[in-house]
């Protein structure tokens, strides 16, 4: 399975390439793809600032690369390769493919990296750079799988259900259905089902937007459920933001937050704020399981002082929150005006 190019791919395809990142350990827990461009650059910095700037959590290693089209424009380009020495992350294959979109080509190029390069990953995490993940509930949850039996199937995808997607009817006739479907945006499996869906995207003729991985799935024979209680934003209510701030968070499934595109230009800024609200909630669990464990005949009327301070915490979330609310609301009143 390992070293298999069905795109008749070498070394050399790549402008940039990170190929020793998984030597240096005999097993990684987690191998996350990021699909990025040039002027997410913003982005990039908050993850890797973030949820990705540990590698070693516990004995669990994490990896993190980032993913690029080839660029034509020199300056992008030294620039890339200044971003590449400095971060050591990025990876960048040289050559267009006619009839492949860029979304589809990065996924199946990352997926052939994975195949050459770090096969002993467990998992691979394959997403789009809007993405925060809240480390310290995904990789115990990842541990867990390895204790079950391996199956065929992705481990993690937001589950959606699309009413835009038109196909023909026995009269020829174009009509709209439902249709559950697995989300591109994000989604979890093991290296040997990522490889399983790399060999079938090499047969497919055509690729739709938003359900080409669930046509993928079904036509590697891979399994797919429900698993969108682990994802917030994107499409989905409630917004990314109240999801993460509610106070019994810790305690909900979601571990995966996508910001959408209606933030306009300030994905970072919120990316960033839910990875603090994400250490907060983690902080105050801490926090009160210490507590509880000092004083475990404490009456509830003693833990009061410790809801106090998370609600003031929650409370200046808000805040913040609002503020950025507003602001995007004000820019986009004076580009109305002007």
């Keep these: ?31 996350v793809i990021i699909r990025t461009i040039f002027s997410h650059f913003d982005r990039r910095t908050v993850i890797r600032e973030t ?16 993913f690029f089209g080839p660029s034509e424009d020199n300056h992008v380009q030294e620039s890339l390769e200044r971003e590449s020495a400095l971060y050591g992350d990025i990876v960048q294959y040289k050559t267009e493919y006619p009839n492949h979109s860029n979304l589809t080509l990065k996924t199946a190029l990352a997926s052939e990296w994975v195949g050459l390069h770090c096969m002993q990953s467990k998992f691979v995490l394959v997403a789009d750079d809007n993405i925060i993940v809240d480390i310290f509930k995904l990789l115990p949850f990842l541990r867990q799988q390895l204790e079950l039996p391996l199956s065929n199937s992705i481990v993690l995808c937001n589950f959606r259900t699309s009413r835009a997607e038109m196909i023909l009817s026995k009269h020829n006739t174009i009509s709209e259905r439902e249709r559950n479907f697995c989300s591109n945006e994000a989604y979890v499996a093991s290296p040997a089902v990522v490889d399983q869906l790399h060999m079938t995207w090499q047969t497919m003729t055509s690729h739709q937007k938003d359900v080409w991985l669930s046509s993928l799935a079904k036509a590697a024979g891979v399994k797919f459920s429900n698993t969108s209680q682990y994802f917030a934003g994107a499409r989905k209510k409630p917004s990314v933001l109240k999801t993460f701030m509610a106070m019994d968070y810790v305690t909900s499934p979601v571990m995966i937050g996508i910001v959408s595109e209606v933030f306009q230009g300030k994905e970072a800024t919120i990316m960033r704020h839910i990875w603090r609200i994400v250490q907060e909630h983690h902080t105050r669990m801490q926090l009160s399981n210490v507590y509880r464990a000092q004083f475990p005949t404490a009456k509830t009327n003693d833990t009061g002082s410790v809801q106090f301070i998370a609600f003031v915490l929650m409370f200046i979330d808000f805040l913040v929150v609002f503020v950025i609310f507003f602001v995007i609301f004000c820019r986009r009143k004076r580009k109305k005006w002007w």
């Design 51 to 66: 949820w990705a700037a540990r590698k070693n959590y516990h004995g669990s290693f994490v990896h993190v690369l980032f």
């Design 1 to 31: 399975m390992a070293g298999r190019s069905v795109l008749g791919i070498e070394h050399g395809m790549y402008s940039i390439n990170q190929p020793s990142v998984c030597i240096q350990h005999s097993e990684v827990l987690l191998l």
